[in-house]
């Protein structure tokens, strides 16, 4: 059965920094590309980042740019996310999945769709 549990949300300033975490079991973990999701109140989720099996290759969405970084660690089954000059608007609830591709290409991650969700981490960023 596939699980992913994220964790490390809460409420920061704007300015401050967060490292998300998200756990996968039930499938083999480097077979999989990972990405972070979220999703704002009254919003669509939308895409944040991506990373290929390996960690090798990295992509992110045009908001999070130079700000957030994705990382992995297949020896522990475990995503990150670094996030780093919050700003109010990142404020969502962030959610992780898997994927059997990894692509450059930011129609591709938007546009998935997935059997399975965690509950996600909530983000919130206020003074």
């Known amino acids: 059965q596939v699980q992913l549990v994220e964790s490390g949300g809460g409420v920061v300033r704007p300015g401050g920094s967060l490292r998300l975490s998200c756990t996968a079991t039930g499938r083999t973990f480097d077979d999989y590309a990972m990405a972070w999701f979220r999703q704002a109140p009254g919003k669509e989720r939308e895409w944040v980042a991506a990373t290929s099996w390996n960690g090798y290759s990295k992509f992110y969405g045009d908001s999070v740019k130079d700000r957030f970084t994705i990382s992995r660690d297949n020896a522990k089954n475990t995503l990150y996310l670094q996030m780093n000059s919050l700003k109010p608007e990142d404020t969502a609830v962030y959610y992780c999945?898997?994927?059997?591709?990894?692509?450059?290409?930011?129609?591709?991650?938007?546009?998935?769709?997935?059997?399975?969700w965690g509950r996600g981490t909530q983000v919130t960023v206020s003074s």
């Open positions: 999945n898997q994927d059997r591709q990894f692509h450059y290409d930011a129609k591709y991650w938007g546009t998935r769709k997935y059997d399975y």
